[in-house]
């Protein structure tokens, strides 16, 4: 141990309690979308938008959260960081409306994370050193592992049983706890000035993502189809001036947001965008499963929690152990092995969709799914950072953790949309089925009607539907949800599929030789 004094692990604790809180979060939320629905009067469309927005947030200001840190101290950042993170939570678990809610978990939660999530790391580096700093890393990644495995059957349990405000009111209590033995943590000098931060480049990647998570969002809006193309444009646009923005501030020798000179190293590039595609196809897997567990088969967020539960577990068991197969496998191996795996296991589950589904029968693939899931996790940021030289180190952290964000931003996004538009198809194809003497504009207002009663979760009458037709137009609705999930899930498959190509592009690695392959 480098420094510190009182409780050895004092450090180690804090910093794990405060990975816990901000893993569990969106896990936590996704199996309470009924619930949220219900409780804040609004619907599934906005919901997607706020788990959106939250990762969103992060990714849009992750960079510079971790410069914050070298300007005014990694401890103040931290402190200052968890903080807002409390003004979140207690917002959040106060929230009378969508828009509260917006405020206190996506906005102020996300922006108390991007200057607690960096400060983690290099408060471990500072504070151990040797087995002490392995063993810390190791708890690091495993609580954030276990964060997101037992995310969704906490909340479901709290969500069922008391209330989905109780998650945000326990992520309280942890805030309080932290500030409370925050006085073990270690201070840094600061070696940053405030004008040395890039303030142009930080702008330009928020309107610029967030330009395209909108865009994205806006999918399911066919009325807005005409101005997608526009806004998505203008966010990719923004990107590249950002590109070339960063660009300028290297050449001009001022203090870039990142040296965007890493992504030559195709390892690198390569790495971050399976990471990438893995958490746009996870974020869309925890999205839509509730939906339709909850609005089709009607279990409650409990039950859902216990659905996700076997593949959760596969997640954190292979993510931890299978860092391990790396001594016997190249990771490159072992990366593709997982895809594979993860390809399997999302196939094997396009089927299983029906008004007639069980829990039961989602877990063989979910299974499949998480150990491959889990076993991609195990190798790749790994594989990814390690191609990097060290004096890129935190540019490289930097731009990992921002992807993933961007990633889990956009798989609520994209994979929520299609969802939305296979359903609205769906039900005017069950509709024109059913009625064959409806008028088409009849087919489209009934449409519509259904529509908005399935974004609220089916949790409102459907009066509006002509007298004697809800049953049948409850059976049009969740044949439409089943046949918007096979499309959901074609599209993970598509985007696995693009990841699998892209990790047999990656350099071949060598067989790591054992201990005693060296005697």
Known sequence: MKSGGGFRWGVLTIICMAVFIMVIDTTIMNVSITALVSDLNTDVPTIQAIIAIYALVMASFMLIGGKLQDVIGRKKAFLIGVGIYGIGTFTASMSWNATSLLIGWAIFEGLGAILMMPATTTFLTSTYAGRDRAFA????????????AFGPIIGGYLTTYYSWRWAFRLELLVVVIILIFSYLLSESAPTLKWRELDFIGTTLTFFGLGAIVTGILLMKNVEAWSSISLIIGAGLLLMAVFWFWQKHRLRTGKNPLVDVNIFRNRTFTLGNGIGTIQNIVIAGFLFIIPVFLQSVTGVSAFETGLALLPMSVMIFIFSIGGARLSAFLPPKWLLLAGLALAIAGVVAMRDVFSLATTIPDIIPGSMVFGIGIGTILSQITNLTLSAVDE??????????????????SLGTA???AILLIFIFSGLLSGIAQEYPEFEDSTNEELATILQSWVEKMQTTDISTIPEGTQETATRIAD??????MYRCFDAMAILLVIAFLAALALPGSPRPRREEDKK
Request: proline share 0%; aromatic share 6%; net charge positive.
């Open 137 to 148: 890393f190791g708890m690091w990644g495993g609580i954030g592992a276990a964060g997101a």
């Open 391 to 408: 004096k890129h180190s935190t540019d490289a952290a930097g731009v990992l953790n921002t992807l993933r964000q961007l990633g889990t």
């Open 414 to 416: 994209l994979i929520g």
């Open 479 to 484: 044949q439409a949800i089943s046949a918007g």
